[in-house]
């Protein structure tokens, strides 16, 4: 079965230090990645996905991603977090198999990022 | 360009009241999908539509239905709302199902059934 683990319900970060936010996935056959951000009373904004090609995805507002075929893991990072980057933050795998339940995207639950200043 | 619409934006309703939210995309997308978010719950699809004149259930389809009135728009109802339908509901948009093609989101419609 496709599923996706965002294993920390919430992130807490300094304004200035870097940023990870973890995401391991499991689907049939090599994935399609991507990165949501949910900002307060918010619809959902696409930040960034790996489909093929480099590991490393950049994506919008200094946001990147490294995907680990191995580890099957697709971690968002960023190296120095803003105050303004605070929000909820949801990782999403679809299978390649482009057939039947495959075709789904597969959410995880999302990790709320805090950054203090 | 606005992307994708919803209204209402909220919406209160008594037990066993119907309704419909109203979704519309301009970007020219195949595929329209509802969502409905809860708190430790994430994202559940309730319905899709691939493509014009098509509907599929998603996690959650119970106590709903769905309209592709045409390739902008995808409607949700509620026949006979019920308390555990109290949520926060996300229409969203892409150009196929499937694929590489990320989504785009309306702003929500945050309904409370009494």
């Known amino acids: 079965a496709q599923s996706v683990a965002q294993p920390e319900d919430q992130v807490n970060v300094a304004e200035g230090n870097p940023l990870t936010v973890k995401c391991t996935y499991s689907?049939?056959?090599?994935?399609?990645l991507f990165w949501y951000v949910q900002y307060p009373n918010r619809g959902l904004q696409f930040l960034l996905k790996?489909?093929?090609?480099d590991n490393l995805v950049k994506g919008s507002y200094g946001f990147e991603a490294e995907f680990n075929k191995s580890q099957t893991s697709f971690h968002l990072k960023k190296p120095s977090a803003l105050v303004s980057d605070s929000a909820l933050y949801f990782c999403?795998?679809?299978?390649?198999?482009?057939?039947?339940?495959?075709?789904?995207?597969?959410w995880g639950l999302g990790t709320s990022l805090a950054v203090n200043p | 360009n606005a992307g994708v619409t919803q209204t209402p934006k909220f919406q209160v309703l008594k037990t066993g009241q119907s309704m419909t939210l109203q979704c519309a995309q301009d970007?020219?997308?195949?595929?329209m999908y509802w969502y409905r978010q809860d708190p430790g719950m994430g994202l559940r699809l309730i319905y899709y539509?691939?493509?014009?004149?098509?509907?599929d259930k998603g996690e959650v389809p119970n106590g709903y239905n769905v309209s592709r009135l045409n390739k902008r728009e995808f409607s949700l109802r509620l026949e006979s709302a019920a308390p555990s339908q109290t949520s926060v509901y996300f229409c969203?948009?892409?150009?196929?199902?499937?694929?590489?093609?990320?989504?785009?989101f309306g702003p929500g419609t945050r309904l409370t059934v009494t």
């Open positions: 969203a948009s892409s150009e196929i199902t499937g694929g590489l093609y990320e989504q785009y």
């Open positions: 970007m020219n997308h195949n595929s």
């Open positions: 539509s691939a493509s014009e004149g098509t509907t």
């Open positions: 689907v049939s056959g090599n994935p399609y």
């Open positions: 790996y489909i093929t090609g």
């Open positions: 999403a795998v679809r299978s390649t198999y482009n057939a039947g339940n495959n075709r789904k995207l597969i």
